[in-house]
């Protein structure tokens, strides 16, 4: 594989998202125009990963005003770029634009039989805090993670509870 780059999504690439949206999820989808909606909302950051010149997946986190965590809404690969890193390299960019927008943490719910990406999870650091009954349409449970950016969280008491920028290259990664 060659180059990949995670970068902002743009108007232009929703095609391929709800695309992806659709061969990675056999249910419980965003709709397109929730995707769109997404691409802009100022409340919510939606990345791509570009591998080969092709969107080859997205990452959406949710930054509720004034909160202190980042929520994970979906990160979705196409199954055709499977296992080649993109999945990881999407949610450390998401971590990145979490920790760059202040934020302490990045929380998800994953549903319990999805293996592939606990494993992806479990492999950041993300660690178990609760079980969710009936989350998804067809009543499976949901596994909720976070993982807590330490360090952002020292730097910031280190500078008297101002907002911390993060370090340079201080990504989150395992
Ligand atoms: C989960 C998902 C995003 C992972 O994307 P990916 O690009 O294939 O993942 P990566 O290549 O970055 O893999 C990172 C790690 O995830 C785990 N993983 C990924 N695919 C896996 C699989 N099929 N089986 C087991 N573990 C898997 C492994 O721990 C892997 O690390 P390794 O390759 O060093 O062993 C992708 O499988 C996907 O889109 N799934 C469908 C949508 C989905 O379930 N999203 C999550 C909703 S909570």
């Known amino acids: 594989m060659g180059r990949i780059q995670v970068r902002r ?4 690439d929703l095609d391929r998202i709800v695309a992806i949206e659709s061969l990675a999820f056999d249910a419980d989808r965003l709709s397109r125009a929730s995707l769109s909606r997404y691409l802009t909302a100022p409340s919510a950051a939606l990345l791509v990963v570009v591998a080969d010149g092709v969107v ?3 990452g959406l986190i949710g930054l509720r ?8 809404y979906s990160i979705a ?8 890193g993109l999945g990881r390299a999407l949610l450390q960019a998401c ?9 302490e943490a990045l929380t998800l719910e994953v ?4 293996a592939a990406a606990a494993a992806l999870y479990e492999q950041l650091g993300y660690r178990k805090f609760d079980v969710v009954e009936d989350y998804y349409e067809d009543g499976a449970a949901a596994l909720r993670m976070v993982r807590t950016f330490g360090p ?3 730097m910031r008491l280190a500078h008297g509870g101002r907002r911390a920028r993060p ?3 201080a990504a989150g990664g395992g």
């Open 111 to 114: 549903r319990v039989d999805n």
């Open 65 to 72: 005003r004034g909160g202190r965590r980042a929520s994970l």
């Open 9 to 12: 999504g743009r108007r232009g």
């Open 152 to 154: 952002a969280r020292a």
């Open 95 to 103: 971590e990145r634009r979490a920790r760059a927008a202040g934020r």
């Open 77 to 84: 690969v196409d199954p055709a770029f499977g296992r080649r």
């Open 56 to 58: 080859a997946g997205y």
């Open 167 to 169: 370090a340079p290259g």
